[in-house]
């Protein structure tokens, strides 16, 4: 089932998420998970979190390397954590599902190690560089409820704010008649 993918600026975006318990694993959260991935792919995009579909749980999908040809295999992760940053990297023309027709380069780290649960409870790790640690980084910042403009000059985030509203705005009246 594809979700409705919140957009800025919606407050549900900048609500802090929170850690998802084992016991909490069920078929619900499951379907949760399964829902964002393909939500993912139709939008398209390379990574999800809870948050950008209203769901305040530490949960994000991704995938960094799929095609419509081959298959397909989301990983799903719950409570992800940076627990090493090292290096400091540019990550290019960067955008967000939840932030539309805008992006940016953002400094970002540039190697991560990301320590997560599997929804089987299982501790991975991940050693990641380049687009996937800039993917571990920016969904790991929306449980947080902080999106990718928060990273970029003030300046240009008032351009974007700007533009977004009269957008809206204009949205608004469209739909009044
Ligand atoms: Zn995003």
Same mark, same amino acid.
């Given at each position: 089932?594809?979700?409705?993918?919140?957009?800025?600026?919606?407050?549900?975006?900048?609500?802090?998420?929170?850690?998802?318990?084992? /016991?909490?694993?069920?078929?619900?959260?499951?379907?949760?998970?399964?829902?964002?991935?393909?939500?993912?792919?139709?939008?398209?995009?390379?990574?999800?979190?809870?948050?950008?579909? /209203?769901?305040?749980?530490?949960?994000?999908?991704?995938?960094?390397?799929?095609?419509?040809?081959?298959?397909?295999?989301?990983?799903?992760?719950?409570?992800?954590?940076?627990?090493?940053?090292?290096?400091?990297?540019?990550?290019?023309?960067?955008?967000?599902?939840?932030?539309?027709?805008?992006?940016?380069?953002?400094?970002?780290?540039?190697?991560?190690?990301?320590?997560?649960?599997?929804?089987?409870?299982?501790?991975?790790?991940?050693?990641?560089?380049?687009?996937?640690?800039?993917?571990?980084? $920016?969904?790991?910042? $929306?449980?947080? /409820?902080?999106?990718?403009?928060?990273?970029?000059?003030?300046?240009?985030?008032?351009?974007?704010?700007?533009?977004?509203?009269?957008?809206?705005?204009?949205?608004?009246?469209?739909?009044? /008649?």
């Amino acid at each position: 089932m594809l979700l409705e993918v919140l957009q800025f600026p919606d407050p549900r975006l900048r609500e802090k998420a929170q850690p998802v318990a084992q /016991g909490e694993i069920d078929d619900a959260l499951r379907k949760l998970a399964a829902d964002m991935a393909e939500t993912m792919y139709d939008e398209p995009g390379i990574g999800l979190a809870a948050t950008q579909v /209203g769901v305040a749980k530490r949960l994000i999908v991704m995938d960094l390397d799929w095609t419509d040809e081959g298959e397909r295999r989301p990983r799903m992760l719950l409570n992800p954590e940076i627990v090493l940053r090292s290096g400091k990297a540019i990550s290019e023309m960067e955008g967000c599902l939840s932030v539309p027709d805008f992006k940016s380069d953002v400094e970002r780290d540039a190697r991560v190690v990301v320590r997560a649960r599997t929804l089987d409870w299982e501790e991975v790790e991940f050693d990641a560089s380049e687009l996937e640690a800039y993917c571990f980084q $920016h969904e790991i910042d $929306h449980l947080d /409820g902080v999106l990718f403009i928060d990273r970029v000059s003030k300046l240009k985030r008032d351009l974007y704010v700007r533009r977004r509203k009269k957008q809206l705005r204009r949205e608004q009246e469209e739909a009044a /008649g």
